[in-house]
C-alpha cells in the first residue's frame, strides 16, 4: 500500500521560515513527479511546487523566489522549503506524486494526509 507522509509543518510568524518533508513508503517512486499543493480555509486546493525524478522544477508565481522543492531519491523523500513566509502562505500543505508533470491536482495518484502552515503577522 502506497503511502505518503508529510511533517515539518507549524505556527510560524511572518518572515519565518519552515522545512515541510513528504516521505513515500510502500514504492520507489522512479520516474515520478512530487508536488506539493496547499489549501487555505475557503479557498480551492492550488499549485504552490513540483519536480521531476531528475530535478526540474516548476514553482507558482506566488511562492517563486521564496519556496525551494527537492527531493531525496535513495530515501524516498521530498522536500519544501519556505522562507520569507507571509499570512497569505496559511494553508494545509500537501505533497502528491504523479506520473507527468502538471500543475493540476487531479493529475496526481497519490496524496498525503496534509500538514497544517500557519503564519501569523
Known amino acids: 500500500q502506497v503511502q505518503l507522509v508529510e511533517s515539518g509543518g507549524g505556527l510560524v510568524q511572518a518572515g519565518d521560515s519552515v522545512r515541510l518533508s513528504c516521505a513515500a513508503f510502500?514504492?520507489?517512486?522512479?520516474?515520478?513527479?512530487m508536488g506539493w499543493f496547499r489549501q487555505a480555509p475557503g479557498k480551492e486546493r492550488e499549485f504552490v511546487a513540483l519536480?521531476?525524478?531528475?530535478?526540474?522544477?516548476l514553482y507558482a508565481d506566488s511562492v517563486k523566489g521564496r519556496f525551494t522543492i527537492s527531493r531525496d531519491n535513495a530515501k524516498n523523500t521530498g522536500y519544501l522549503q519556505m522562507n520569507t513566509l507571509k499570512p497569505e502562505d496559511t494553508a494545509v500543505y500537501y505533497c502528491?506524486?504523479?506520473?507527468?508533470?502538471?500543475?493540476?491536482?487531479?493529475?496526481?495518484?497519490?496524496w498525503g494526509q496534509g500538514t497544517q502552515v500557519t503564519v501569523s503577522s
Open positions: 510502500g514504492r520507489t517512486f522512479i520516474n515520478y513527479y
Open positions: 519536480i521531476s525524478w531528475t530535478g526540474t522544477t
Open positions: 502528491a506524486v504523479g506520473g507527468i508533470s502538471s500543475t493540476r491536482g487531479n493529475e496526481y495518484d497519490y
